[in-house]
């Protein structure tokens, strides 16, 4: 049974920092693209940020240079480390395993708010 739990999530204050984890089980975590995605209320889930099994990372360009993802083969884990986060930024995240089949998280609420 595979198995993607998130974690990390809150409320913090714009300008402020979280990082999330999301813990894998059931798979061979080294054979996947791992992602973060996001979902804001009233639109619909795209890509925050993903990490290959090479180590290659890409971001979209509203979080480059604020957020960094990061993965740990040994601990079947992969983190999003996002800093100075915005209202903006505001969505449920979502972790993503990505190879010949698609594995999505439940999902962990971030919240930007002053």
């Known amino acids: 049974q595979v198995q993607l739990v998130e974690s990390g999530g809150g409320l913090v204050q714009p300008g402020g920092s979280l990082r999330l984890s999301c813990a894998a089980s059931g798979i061979i975590f080294s054979s996947y693209a791992m992602g973060w995605y996001r979902q804001a209320p009233g639109k619909q889930r795209e890509l925050v940020a993903r990490i290959y099994r090479s180590g290659f990372t890409n971001y979209a360009d509203s979080v480059k240079g604020r957020f960094t993802i990061s993965r740990d083969n040994a601990k079947n884990t992969v983190y999003l480390q996002m800093n100075n986060l915005k209202p903006e930024d505001t969505a449920v995240y979502y972790c993503?395993?990505?190879?010949?089949?698609?594995?999505w998280g439940q999902g962990t609420q971030v919240t930007v708010s002053s």
């Open positions: 993503n395993a990505d190879a010949l089949s698609v594995y």
